[in-house]
């Protein structure tokens, strides 16, 4: 895509979509609790308002875009394109790792009552059960273990348990993420 066409989506998926969403989710200064919220709809550490929602534009891109050049070959085989960098996908993987740190157990707004800890353990062993499931897939597929499957699983696990992640024990945040 075009930087420019970048430029505006992200301006207006800021502006007007993700305000909204929010709005329904949780409410604004102007009108108390959203329309969602009243239905008992609850929508903890975002994980509708954020990941839903980006998925859902994410979804219109691609169907708009199409897919990448050279992915498809005539005859309509996919041609793998590979990762540039794994050394750079791990450090992009490793930051948003511990970024979901502040976002998951963030939420919670309060250190008392451990609920900040609890919370915090259930991300991080959902994003591990992501690793070690990704990682056993990918032996068993290709013979040998993949740095892409795993990272991708990390973030697998944690974009999984993002919405249980106040509910759940630590026991079933393994088994979100695997």
């Known amino acids: ?52 929602v980006g998925g859902w534009a994410a979804l219109a891109g691609a169907i708009v875009i199409g897919a990448r050049k050279g992915k498809y070959n005539a005859d309509g085989t996919v041609t793998p394109i590979m990762g540039h960098s794994m050394p750079l996908a791990a450090l992009g993987v490793f930051i948003l790792w511990l970024g979901w740190f502040g976002f998951n157990p963030g939420s919670t707004t309060s250190l008392d009552g451990g609920n900040f800890a609890r919370v915090a353990v259930t991300t991080n062993l959902s994003a591990v059960g992501g690793v070690v499931s990704a990682m056993i897939a ?39 993420g695997l």
Do not use: R
């Open 1 to 52: 895509t075009k930087f420019t066409s970048c430029l505006v989506y992200s301006v207006a998926i800021t502006a007007i979509v993700y305000p909204i969403a929010g709005s329904w989710a949780w409410g604004s200064l102007y009108n108390g609790s959203g329309w969602l919220e009243d239905l008992g709809f609850i929508d903890f550490a975002g994980s509708t308002v954020v990941h839903s």
């Open 138 to 176: 990918s032996w068993i597929l290709f013979g040998k273990p993949d740095v892409s499957f795993a990272l991708n699983g990390a973030l697998a696990g944690l974009v999984s348990i993002t919405a249980p992640c106040y509910d759940v024990s630590p026991s079933s945040a393994l088994i979100i």
